[in-house]
């Protein structure tokens, strides 16, 4: 029951972020090993649209280290842990819960032993800037933990770069880059202090190379640059070389021509899907209070209000014109809809 659940899900979420996304790249996921241990480590811009992501791209399903706040009411933490989401404690969440963690690593640690996967997000927290932030050691002490209890596995560590044009949009593009495994069994040493800072700077610079990174020491004037030129954010290695060329050697990406068929399309779609619109404008984006998580609730409006209210517009016209009409209703609303998102 639970892997059709995950099924059911994993289906749905996919078929959600391809309407949400203009575009949507996947690249080098064939190097994901089917049948072995592995652990994700990603770079983390957009709140739960990241897990997202790697859930339903990767190939494999994923148990997700997620930050214990969002587990403060007991039907969302009972929805999050059936997606296998679990929850890790942060000095911010009090000294006292910082314990139960032990348990949450031990789980990791079983769940990598049975040729599962784990996805962490080793820089602690998110944030919408495009720098990659120092690595909390939290996945080095599960990936020790677990080849010290269990010597023999193979578990091997996949970095993860994913990058947004602009996270907080709509519509807004996405690619995710899958890096090389790198064998967890490489950083075995009788001085494991050594390992662990090997094993997190090597892991840095391979989500450096995999999402655009811009030194935290001059942020903003880069990050305008770069807005200036413009870059392809979803090409990260040709934005790293412009940034490390400074600014000498980039490629531009062409600047989108205004449609007015597009903004005539806009205002029509919004005249038919006003009620979820309206839900989304007036009461759930001014609640907000972060901004890496407006695309994580707009998507979740996405996904549930604005079907919704497509199967009622269709009853209506079927209640007031016939089903055939109602059919024929939806299938160019649905195709309109498409349109606006991909073109």
Known sequence: MKQLWLYFFKTYLSIGLFCYYKRFKVYNVQQVPKN????????????LIDPLLIATKSGRFCYFLTRASVFNKPIISKFLRSLQMLPVYRIRDGWS??????????TCTEVLSQNKTVVIFPEGNHHINRSVRPLSKGFTRIVFET??????????????GINYNKA???VDSTSVFFGKPIPAKNYLSTDKNKAIIK???????????????????????????????????LNPEAVNTCIASNFKSCQKK?????????????????????????????????????????????????????????FILVG??????????AILYAVVLSVLTLFYVKV
């Open 97 to 106: 819960s910082i314990s139960n963690n032990n348990s949450i690593f031990s």
């Open 168 to 170: 907080d949009d709509f």
């Open 199 to 233: 094993l997190k700077e090597d892991v840095y610079q391979a989500i450096c190379k995999l999402t655009t990174h811009i030194p935290s020491d001059n942020y903003e004037a880069i990050a305008s640059r770069l807005e200036e030129i413009p870059v392809d954010f």
């Open 316 to 325: 209506i016209v079927a209640a007031l014109v016939g089903w055939q009409i």
């Open 36 to 47: 072995k241990p592995v652990l994700f480590l990603a770079n983390h811009q957009n709140a």
């Open 147 to 160: 080849l010290e209890k269990y010597p023999e596995i193979d578990l091997q560590i996949i970095p993860v």
């Open 254 to 310: 062409e600047r989108p021509n205004k449609s007015y068929v597009k903004t005539v399309l806009k205002y029509l779609l919004l005249v038919q899907f006003f009620i979820p619109f309206l839900i989304w404008k007036s009461f759930v984006k001014p609640k907000i209070k972060e901004i890496e998580f407006v695309a994580t609730f707009r998507f979740a409006v996405y996904i549930t209000l604005f079907p919704l209210w497509f």
